[in-house]
């Protein structure tokens, strides 16, 4: 009989969980984070990092006058500061006989099945050889439509790639607060079910990190996505003294947002192709009811489409949208375009999207 798997298990680290206010990285807080890391590797976890942090690591190594074009500074201070912020999570692994890698990516580099395998491959070898993968957006070369909304996002999609059991988003406030917290101070929402509505979050605009991109309500956004393809996912206070074991014990302060049934791996992949479509297949309210009933699962049959804007081969991504535009889903196309056209409500036509590659809008 095989051994169990190790449990799989994604942090982020947010970049005012690792970055002072004057912009210099908190090595003390890099330190302890990489510790706890260990420590779990040391209980038999797999564990990838997703860290922010290279853009405010660059501020305190690059000067901030003369910046003609701020994307081109930002360019400048992610390279930079990618290197003093690797260095130093190596310098702290290493003090605990643990190595660590570098993982760079955009969201480019998840655009096909094929090179989103490769990147799957690369950190499932990693994790065989007992190297910790940083991973990090490369905001060097990332810029306008290529990037993701944050490294919340990366996260989420590298949870979702290896399938991971868990993911834990570090952040400088103690979880999800029920209405507006007073001076940081609130009541933390201890877990959010995938059905909950109407959520009781604050109303004002998306409080951003001070040298980040995110804010609590994209990591609420991009928690319940993960949660909704069968992650376990904590937003959790990254600055307090041993969140990672306490949290996996359940000693700490939090917001679990409590899975959904696992989703198939492509699945999990179509779930984050959303701006990738090669076109959109609009159906009648009958295929809608039966896409979406949960009585049974269904392909998208041609039977059911009233027209096709775009233009595709077999194996790209196209979405799905009822008679009224509303989004359905996304799937993989079985056919391309011309074919497709040909069987416009015909009855008894093979499938446009079969159901295992049909990942519907929750």
């Known amino acids: 009989m095989s051994e169990k798997s190790p449990q799989k298990i994604v942090v982020k680290i947010g970049t005012n969980v690792i ?16 510790h706890q890391v260990v420590k779990l590797k040391q209980k038999g976890y797999d564990v990838i990092v997703v860290s922010s942090g290279s853009v405010g690591a660059g501020r305190s190594i690059v000067p901030t006058a003369n910046k003609a074009d701020s994307v081109i ?12 912020l690797v260095n130093t999570y ?16 955009t969201k480019e580099d998840f655009r096909d099945r094929q090179h989103y395998l490769n990147i799957k491959n690369c950190l499932e070898a990693l994790l065989h050889h007992n190297i910790v993968p940083i991973a990090n957006e490369n905001d060097a070369v990332s810029i306008n439509e290529l990037m993701f909304t944050d490294n919340d996002e990366l996260a ?3 949870a979702s790639m290896i399938d991971a059991d868990k993911l834990i988003m570090l ?17 933390v929402i201890e877990e959010i079910k995938p059905d909950d509505e109407n959520l009781p979050l604050c109303e004002k605009p998306n409080q ?12 609420v956004t991009m928690a319940r996505r993960a949660a909704d393809l069968g992650i376990t996912t904590y937003v959790a206070n990254g600055q307090k003294k041993g969140i990672l074991p306490d949290l996996l014990v359940g000693k700490a302060i939090c917001t679990t947002f409590a899975p959904k049934k696992k989703a198939s791996s492509v699945k999990k992949w179509m779930a984050h192709t959303k701006g990738q479509e090669k076109g959109v297949v609009y159906i009648n309210q009958g295929a809608e009811e039966v896409l979406t009933s949960q009585k049974k699962i269904a392909s998208l049959l041609p039977v059911g489409i009233i027209r096709i804007e775009g233009n595709f081969v077999k194996g790209d991504i196209i979405k799905v949208r009822g008679e009224e535009g509303n989004e359905i ?5 079985q056919y391309d375009l011309t074919e497709a056209s040909r069987l416009i409500g015909k009855q008894g036509a093979k499938p446009l999207i079969r159901y295992d590659y049909l990942y519907l809008e929750s």
């Open 19 to 34: 970055t002072q206010d004057n912009g210099l990285l908190d090595e003390k807080n890099i330190k302890s984070l990489a």
């Open 329 to 333: 889903g996304v799937g993989v196309a």
């Open 171 to 187: 952040t400088d406030v103690d979880g999800v607060y029920k209405g507006c917290p007073v001076d940081g101070k609130g009541e």
């Open 208 to 219: 951003k990190s001070k040298l980040g991109r995110g804010g609590i309500l994209t990591k």
């Open 90 to 105: 190596a310098k702290y692994f290493t003090k605990y006989d643990f190595k660590c890698s570098q993982v760079l990516v």
């Open 73 to 84: 500074h930002r360019q400048v201070l992610a390279a930079a500061g990618q290197v003093e």
């Open 156 to 158: 989420v999609l590298v």
